[in-house]
Every structure is written in structure tokens, then in C-alpha cells.
T-cell receptor
């Protein structure tokens, strides 16, 4: 079955620096990927998504890169702020959105002052 | 827009009792709703997919007779945990997608279930 995993469970960065969170996936049938941010005790919050026919997408302070050759995607957060502290999950979907998402293990991003 | 609510936000129940969790799309019609479970410090695991007016599709390993899902309207889905046991204690999160934009799943705030 499909699995989506993250390389690092915890990432600590200085405030103002850029953060890069990585994710690997195994299911070639995944046709879109989403990054979510989850704060303690809350539901996931959408950050950015990317379709499988793209290799890069930019949002406000965030960029997602997709490398289908090695089945890898990353989330780049520019100029991290204290409010960016959270657990970040990548998730993969298929079936044109009809199927539920497969989530990775999560990376806890810690912003140091 | 695209707000999903859950009720209750937390619940404590005794072992053997049943608990119902509601998931509502407040400002859109949700043709599909998903239920996830998240244990502490773990990721979200998909439990089931429900389409309005249809029976839910459960993921492998999820007992359909224990986790009853009803999606009776385009704005409401319910998850009932029957004969709850302490191992059912978890964070239950629903998400919903709107017809026409199936790629966008909007998540609810979650319901913390504790079974004593």
C-alpha cells in the first residue's frame, strides 16, 4: 500500500532562517500532495499543495518542490517566525481527490529565538 | 469560507458506552467526508470515507461495526464509537471536500475521546 514518510522527526531552526522539511513517498499513483501544519490539540491546517504534473509551487513564504524521479517532496519555509512552530505533515492523495489522504509521520519544527 | 466544525471538542466516557461525534461543513456542501484517527505523537490515519447517501468505505483494519458512520446530509457526517474501550481513546478528526474541488480537503478541529 501507499506510504508517505518523513526523514526527520524534529527540526530546530533559528528565527529568521529558512526551514526545509522533507518527505518521501512510495506510491507512484499519488496524483497530488499536500503539506499541513498542525498545532497541539488542533486539526491540520492546509499550507500548500502540488499536483503530480508540477515540480514546484510557491505560496506566501512557502515553496513545495516535487521530485517524482526519486519520489521526494519538500516544504521550504522562508524567514521562519515563532508562529511557524508546529508539526508539519505531508500527505499524498490519489483517485482525483476521491480517496482519503495518506499522511507521513510528521516533523516537529521548533523555532529558536 | 470552507469551515468544518466538530462536536464535541472533547468527551470522556466509560468503557462499554457509545459516543457520537458530529462533523459539519458550515458554509459549503460536502459531497465527501473523511474520518481520521490520530494517537498521541503520531500521524493521522484514515479510517473511512463517506459519501452523502452512501455507505461508508472503511480502511483495512477498521471495524465497521464498531465505528458507525452516517452521512445523511451534505453538511453532516457522524461517527459513533460503539462499546468504547480505553484503546479507542484518540483524537478523531474529520475532513470534507466540496463537489468540484475534490482535491481540497478541509479539516475539522478534532475531537479528543478519552475512554475510562
Amino acid at each position: 500500500g501507499e506510504s508517505v514518510g518523513l526523514h526527520l522527526p524534529t527540526l530546530s531552526v533559528q528565527e529568521g532562517d529558512n526551514s526545509i522539511i522533507n518527505c518521501a513517498y512510495s506510491n507512484s499513483a499519488s496524483d497530488y500532495f499536500i503539506w499541513y501544519k498542525q498545532e497541539s490539540g488542533k486539526g491540520p491546517q492546509f499550507i500548500i499543495d502540488i499536483r503530480s504534473n508540477m515540480d514546484k509551487r510557491q505560496g506566501q513564504r512557502v515553496t513545495v518542490l516535487l521530485n517524482k524521479t526519486v519520489k521526494h517532496l519538500s516544504l521550504q519555509i522562508a524567514a521562519t517566525q515563532p508562529g511557524d512552530s508546529a508539526v508539519y505533515f505531508c500527505a499524498g492523495g490519489s483517485g482525483g481527490g476521491a480517496d482519503g489522504l495518506t499522511f507521513g509521520k510528521g516533523t516537529h519544527l521548533i523555532i529558536q529565538p | 469560507g470552507a469551515v468544518v466544525s466538530q462536536h464535541p471538542s472533547w468527551v470522556i466516557c466509560k468503557s462499554g458506552t457509545s459516543v457520537k461525534i458530529e462533523c459539519r461543513s458550515l458554509d459549503f456542501q460536502a459531497t465527501t467526508m473523511f474520518w481520521y484517527r490520530q494517537f498521541p505523537k503520531q500521524s493521522l490515519m484514515l479510517m473511512a470515507t463517506s459519501n452523502e447517501g452512501s455507505k461508508a468505505t472503511y480502511e483495512q483494519g477498521v471495524e465497521k461495526d464498531k465505528f458507525l458512520i452516517n452521512h445523511a446530509s451534505l453538511t453532516l457526517s457522524t461517527l459513533t464509537v460503539t462499546s468504547a474501550h480505553p484503546e479507542d481513546s484518540s483524537f478523531y478528526i474529520c475532513s470534507a471536500s466540496e463537489q468540484g474541488t475534490p482535491y481540497e480537503q478541509y479539516f475539522g478541529p478534532g475531537t479528543r475521546l478519552t475512554v475510562t
